[in-house]
């Protein structure tokens, strides 16, 4: 298994601001390492998370993230990805996403 993709953790950074009444802040970067990714199949997205969804990506990482993060990058790609659920196989840390569509 190649750690050749380059993956970025962000924290959302946005913060209500009651006098304005606006989001305020922009997003930080917490984290940047070299993971695995792959596309998860039709099937097996289907039993893991019930559903039949689109752009989900199964990310492989050498050890799992130890802080709390809103979402994560893949590569150059601007596409957001959030959490769907978190598995600890015997040797490494994998996490499944999922397309942010808001």
């Known amino acids: 298994m190649r750690f050749d993709s380059v993956i970025r953790f962000y924290e959302e950074g946005k913060k209500y601001n009651f006098q304005t009444s606006q989001y305020n802040?922009?997003?930080?970067?917490?984290?940047?390492?070299?993971?695995?990714?792959?596309d998860m199949g039709v099937d097996r997205a289907y039993r893991l998370l019930g559903s039949l969804s689109q752009g989900v990506k199964v990310v492989r990482l050498t050890e799992p993230v130890g802080f709390k993060w809103s979402y994560l990058t893949i590569g150059d790609s601007p596409k957001k990805y959030r959490l769907r659920t978190a598995q600890t196989p015997l040797k490494n840390y994998s996490l499944l996403v999922g397309e942010d569509v808001g």
């Not at 802040?25 to 917490?30: A, D, E, R």
Request: no cysteine; charged share 15%.
């Open 25 to 38: 802040g922009s997003p930080k970067l917490l984290l940047e390492v070299m993971g695995n990714v792959t």
